[in-house]
């Protein structure tokens, strides 16, 4: 089973930027599908974006559709999430995960989970 383990995240102003890194353990990595994922305090947990195993397709929440970009490199076994212009309401634990089905929109299809890195926006 692939290991993940999130960083980048912190404190940044409203306008700003931020990528997210995830590494992965395992052979596997390139075999799966990969996404990000956040939960606000009080919230549920929701698909921020997602990435095939190959990296030709993604998909992204309207909330973050056009200011964020969800990459990975299978040759360092990492998954990167660039967020731009982020806003208070960006504020959360984002995490990563991974799905067998080389690619999934449905949260339920990941069964493999980081740990979480705080990303918080301020005004």
């Known amino acids: 089973q692939v290991q993940l383990v999130e960083s980048g995240g912190g404190l940044v102003q409203a306008g700003g930027s931020l990528r997210l890194s995830c590494a992965a353990s395992?052979?596997?990595?390139?075999?799966?599908?990969m996404g990000w994922f956040r939960q606000a305090p009080g919230k549920e947990r929701e698909l921020v974006a997602c990435?095939?195993?190959?990296?030709?397709?993604?998909y992204y929440a309207d909330s973050v559709k056009g200011r964020s970009t969800i990459s990975r490199d299978n040759s360092m076994n990492t998954v990167y999430l660039q967020m731009n212009s982020l806003k208070p309401e960006d504020t959360a634990v984002y995490y990563c995960?991974?799905?067998?089905?080389?690619?999934?929109?449905?949260?339920?299809?990941?069964?493999?989970w980081g740990q979480g890195t705080q990303v918080t926006v301020s005004s």
């Open positions: 995960a991974s799905t067998a089905r080389r690619w999934s929109w449905d949260m339920r299809a990941y069964d493999n």
């Open positions: 395992g052979r596997a990595f390139s075999t799966y599908g």
């Open positions: 990435i095939s195993w190959s990296g030709l397709s993604t």
